[in-house]
């Protein structure tokens, strides 16, 4: 990225090199979530792919089909519900890109010099020749960036100025090892990370660049490795890009803070299972699913309000002690957002009829004992609205609903409290953004909000952080440290920021298990222009009604304090 500095002559440009990356492939075909890194390093302005290193050792192809299945014959099991796994996946796709699909190189980097080499192949590891070592040194790489070959080991780890750069796609103090994503789904893992790492002769325990989590997807292998690869093809050029913009002794003096502590790996090496194994994993990922079906069948989830109301005006903090409010079977009300007015409380919802699936903002009012007024519509689209975040601004009251579906993040100012709603303008235009939750603090106003960056995946895992002089400006400066949570357990806001003893928390959902699992508060720690630190203090789980199994909002003014809830409902009492 340009930088500038002034001399006594004046003002002088100076351009930083380009990071010169090299790729590591097994032929220029490489699978869709690997061409679209490449495709972001070639347009980059911090980036430039300076050499091709292709394997020239090929896997061995002699055998006849007999002699591979024979081979594999302790693992047909596994093959065969891949197979039909992944068929059943493609069906439902009809025709959308997936991330394994293949992609030709040639058009990105028709230019760049190929260097075929031919490893030395032992059972595991691939070990280049010195000669083609030798070779690669001769470019003068930053770093290499794996997308073909086996394991590597040997003087290739040092070819490049920063080592060779890999994925592992699972949580690698969790799952070493493989198939990638495959054991978190058939064991119904809450949730899958992915590690961003500098290869060394440690298998899966390299120096960690970058970690995130995604929710597991336990009825689908293929769909969910096809959600993990996708999500992680923003993470490689990131790091990248933030290696161009803090130079190489402060870039690595954070890396290495980051990899301080030693991480021990005491669970087995994971490969593909053998047919027992697989037998009985398959029988209990089937069960999961036909009870999953019969639950479906025979009842229904409906999100619905919690209340809480406290004398001295404090926060209420035992959720069994939250009173339900239930909509009617035909509807859902969540996303509570509480305003104190003419001592009542008012309480702004998304209201959606599950006729039309597409949610409207309605507000309702709720008295001290829990009693509550039949919400009224207040704000309706014809796309979906929901989170009615709500602030005060130079004596004006000021909302900005969630909506995605539109790609904008809108500003609505009320011109008659609490039914009547102008809309002001647009913050934000063309982002897939959800929840945008704004703070003012130390002189600039921020706008905490998770945005959908690769439309060719439905994951919501990433918090992006912003910031302007007031809270009605259209110029939102992006933070540098973008995205500053990419966690799935913790990224999406639940609720308005406040204060308790003197501290800010930061209500996120956490999003494992299933959607809306649950909310972490976070204590915010630093928040400055360069710095953004967040630590969880407390963890909200659905676990003291037996009949709710999700909780993702929350929020609190002079006394009473609101949430919502999933709540399962028999299909019965909907006749």
């Known amino acids: 990225m340009p930088n500038s500095s002034a001399t006594n002559k ?117 070990f280049l020749p010195d000669e083609d070592v030798r070779k690669i040194n001769d470019h003068n790489l930053d770093l290499m960036f794996r997308i073909g070959f086996r394991i590597m080991r040997g003087e290739i780890l040092n070819a490049a100025r920063y080592g060779i750069w890999s994925y592992h796609h699972g949580d690698n103090r969790q799952y070493r090892g493989g198939p990638a994503g495959f054991w978190e789904t058939l064991t119904g893992a809450p949730e899958a990370g992915t590690v961003l790492q500098i290869i060394t002769e440690d298998l899966d325990g390299g120096s960690v660049l970058y970690r995130s989590w995604s929710l597991t997807d336990i009825l689908s292998h293929t769909r969910h490795k096809d959600n993990v690869y996708m999500n992680s093809n923003t993470h490689l050029p990131r790091k990248i890009a933030e290696l161009h913009r803090l130079g190489e002794t402060e870039f690595f003096r954070r890396i290495n803070k980051q990899n301080q502590h030693p991480q021990f790996y005491s669970r087995r090496l994971y490969v593909a299972p053998k047919n027992l194994e697989m037998l009985f994993l398959a029988v209990t990922h089937y069960g999961r699913y036909a009870w999953a079906k019969l639950i479906k069948l025979f009842c229904f989830r409906q999100w619905i309000l919690l209340v809480a109301h406290r004398s001295n005006g404090e926060l209420s903090e035992s959720l069994w002690r939250f009173k339900k409010i239930i909509p009617p079977v035909d509807r859902i009300w969540a996303d509570p957002f509480v305003i104190y007015r003419d001592k009542t409380y008012f309480v702004f919802i998304e209201e959606m009829l599950t006729s039309r699936n597409i949610g409207h903002i309605s507000v309702l009012t709720i008295d001290e004992q829990g009693q509550h007024s039949t919400p009224i519509k207040i704000l309706e689209k014809p796309y979906h609205l929901s989170y009615p975040f709500l602030f005060e601004y130079e004596d004006e009251l000021y909302m900005i609903p969630e909506s995605a579906a539109n790609r904008t993040i809108d500003l609505y100012r009320c011109t008659g ?126 676990e003291w009604d037996r009949y709710i199994n999700a909780v993702h909002t929350l929020n609190y003014n002079n006394g009473m304090t609101v949430s919502d809830a999933s709540l399962l409902r028999w299909r019965a009492s909907r006749s």
């Open 10 to 126: 004046g003002l002088v440009n100076v351009v930083k090199p380009k990071i010169r990356v090299g790729l590591l492939v097994d032929s220029d075909e490489v699978p869709l979530w690997a061409y679209q890194i490449v495709e972001r390093l070639v347009s980059s302005d911090y980036a430039e792919i300076a050499l091709i290193i292709e394997n020239g050792s090929p896997g061995d192809n002699t055998k006849t089909l007999f002699n591979r299945i024979l081979k594999n014959a302790d693992r047909l099991l596994y093959i065969g519900w891949s197979m039909f796994d992944q068929m059943l996946y493609r069906k439902r796709k009809r025709g959308a890109p997936m991330a394994d699909d293949k992609r030709s190189l040639l058009e990105l980097v028709a230019d760049v010099p190929v260097i075929q080499v031919h490893p030395v192949m032992y059972v595991h590891s691939d």
């Open 417 to 542: 409290f609490p039914h009547q709603w102008e809309h002001v303008k647009t913050l934000m235009n063309d982002v897939f953004a959800v929840d945008a939750t704004l703070l003012e603090y130390d002189g600039l106003w921020w706008m905490f909000v998770t945005i959908r960056e690769n439309a060719d995946t439905g994951s919501l895992d990433e918090l992006f952080l912003f910031y302007a002089d007031n809270p009605l400006s259209d110029q939102w400066t992006p933070h540098v440290a973008n995205p500053v949570c990419s966690d799935v357990k913790q990224s999406r806001p639940a609720g308005q920021i406040f204060t308790y003893n003197g501290n800010f928390y930061r209500p996120s959902q956490n999003g494992s298990h299933r959607y809306g699992y649950g909310i972490k508060v976070n204590q915010i720690k630093t928040l400055n222009t360069s710095v953004y630190h967040e630590e969880c203090v407390s963890d909200i789980k659905p």
